[in-house]
């Protein structure tokens, strides 16, 4: 009994000081060209660090799909290939600016304005991006910029064409229509349908290829839409097709022919008497459908319904709440929304509502990756296209921390981006004051960055994001196990950790680290 079993072991003690990022983003409506931020408290060996873009618009611009590198052989890939090359060279030669923008940036390997997002300021982010799943995402974004440059190759421009074009000249039909793929013989009318919306979109924006083969491909297929929709009319004298209409307006010029008429007028008259019934995209889509068909009394009635579902803030811009759970749409709300825009321009050019639309479309680019389909290419054109000038050269703003004014190193003429260190003007309870010479909606955000004692640090959020956490621990007693609030833990204690993370809008990419789980 003098004796007993030993055991020698390291035991980790963890450092009960943390490393702390507090961010404060801010947004300045295009309506106002003052801001003022009051900052927090802020300790004095903490780094502070301002960054602001004063034009975020060119980052929709650095979005642009451009030339599609892609093997897919199908009818329905082809046509996608053509509608982005279309307007992407039509946004570039169209717009002096964007092609100028897009020629400095290309031509410069130093400007890091074509590199994504996910791989700058790696010093601001709680993980470096290698210790992610989004590695490819960051290479892949990247690489469809840089072949933005490809835009003012007319080379690569008609080579796109030319390919997409002999692939939908093998896939078509004898009478008109294409095969999905050339496993399938027979001509499908929903691709078909949709092969042609996207060739009629880019011809109504006023562009797309000059090639007589690709148009007589057109006609047969829209001849072979009519007669399928004359067979259906005749099958069902009561029959409508909404995307047959959709798609038969982008051919306005070819004659319907009086057997396909009826389900035209069905259709109409249909739309007329439901779209009160219809949800926010199928609504912007009767306005748009209406107006186009004379009936712009109506279509002014679907757009005052359009905004009484609508919420409006100068921050943020319009935008429609019931589109959140929305995933039927490639894109989802980002499309959607789109469409509303694109309907609200349609009945009413001079609509002050069609900016703030687009302030909206605008902001979900700092959080969203829009990918490189068709649905993108034709949601960025309805942003540059309409309603005010916002593609411009910016001017840096005045910015101050009370009255000490901030030196900005401005590293993009256009987006006006700029990112500095305040730590020097002592700006712990201070006010952050911008001064802004353009009416254009702008961006940013306050970092702080220092060390605490783990116990000081209290939680926070922002309007758009927000995490919890809560710890439980399981107690027994007469009715059974429960779980209660921790307020007091004993060595043996069962604890549950719970994380609730709360935000309001749409994130692609969303990191949270916790370094004591338990």
């Known amino acids: 009994g003098s004796y007993a079993d030993g055991e020698q072991s390291l035991l980790p003690i963890l450092s009960s000081v943390a490393p702390v990022i507090d961010t404060t983003p801010f947004y300045i409506p295009a309506t106002e060209n003052k801001f003022d931020l009051k900052l927090p408290e802020i300790n004095k060996d903490a780094t502070v660090t301002l960054q602001y873009c004063n034009n975020p ?3 929709v611009v650095t979005a642009l799909p451009g030339l599609r590198k892609d093997d897919n052989t199908d009818a329905l890939s082809q046509s996608a290939a053509i509608f982005s090359a279309a307007v992407a060279e039509g946004i570039v030669s169209k717009d002096k600016e964007i092609a100028a923008a897009l020629k400095e940036w290309t031509a410069n390997p130093e400007d890091s304005t074509l590199t994504s997002m996910l791989s700058k300021n790696s010093d601001l982010k709680t993980m470096l991006l290698n210790a992610t799943p989004w590695v490819m995402d960051a290479k892949n974004q990247t690489e469809r910029m840089a072949r933005l440059a490809l835009l003012f190759d007319k080379s690569e421009i008609e080579s796109t064409y030319s390919s997409a074009i002999k692939r939908l000249s093998s896939l078509e039909c004898a009478g008109g229509g294409w095969a999905w793929t050339e496993q399938y013989k027979e001509p499908s009318h929903w691709i078909t349908l949709n092969i042609l919306s996207n060739l009629g979109r880019a011809r109504q924006l006023g562009f797309g290829p000059n090639n007589a083969k690709l148009t007589n491909m057109e006609t047969r297929a829209v001849g072979y839409l009519d007669r399928e929709a004359a067979r259906t ?10 995307d047959y209409l959709i ?4 051919y306005s010029s070819i004659a319907v022919p009086s057997g396909a008429r009826g389900i035209i007028s069905n259709t109409i008259a249909a739309v007329r008497k439901d779209w009160k019934n219809y949800d926010i995209p199928m609504k912007a889509i009767a306005a748009i459908v209406l107006h186009n068909h004379n009936e712009k ?13 609508a919420i409006t803030s100068p921050e943020k811009g319009m935008w429609w709440p019931s589109l959140d759970n929305m995933t039927a749409w490639s894109m989802g709300k980002i499309t959607a929304t789109s469409l509303a825009l694109e309907a609200f321009t349609t009945v009413n050019q001079s609509s002050e509502d069609i900016d703030l639309i687009r302030q909206w479309l605008i902001l979900q680019k700092e959080s969203k990756d829009w990918g490189s389909s068709v649905a993108t290419t034709d949601a960025i054109y309805s942003i540059l296209s309409c309603g005010s000038s916002w593609v411009k050269k ?7 921390i009370g009255r000490k004014a901030i030196k900005l190193n401005e590293t993009d003429s256009r987006l006006g981006y700029a990112r500095t260190d305040i730590s020097a003007l002592h700006p712990s309870k201070g006010t952050l004051a911008v001064s802004s010479h353009d009416s254009i909606p702008s961006w940013g955000a306050i970092f702080i960055q220092y060390k605490s004692e783990i116990s000081e640090i209290k939680a926070s959020g922002c309007e758009d994001v927000a995490i919890n956490k809560q710890l439980f621990k399981k107690v027994t007693d007469s009715t059974g196990i429960k779980w209660v609030a921790a307020d007091s833990m004993t060595v043996g204690d069962v604890i549950q950790v719970n994380i609730t993370i709360e935000t309001k809008r749409d994130m692609d990419y969303v990191v949270i680290t916790d370094d004591r789980g338990a």
């Open 233 to 242: 009319l005749k099958e069902n004298p009561k029959a409508t097709a909404l």
């Open 394 to 400: 910016s001017s840096l703003p005045e910015i101050k």
């Open 57 to 59: 618009v060119w980052y």
């Open 247 to 250: 798609t038969r307006d982008y």
């Open 297 to 309: 009394a109506t279509a002014q009635e679907i757009i005052a319904s359009l905004k009484e579902y």
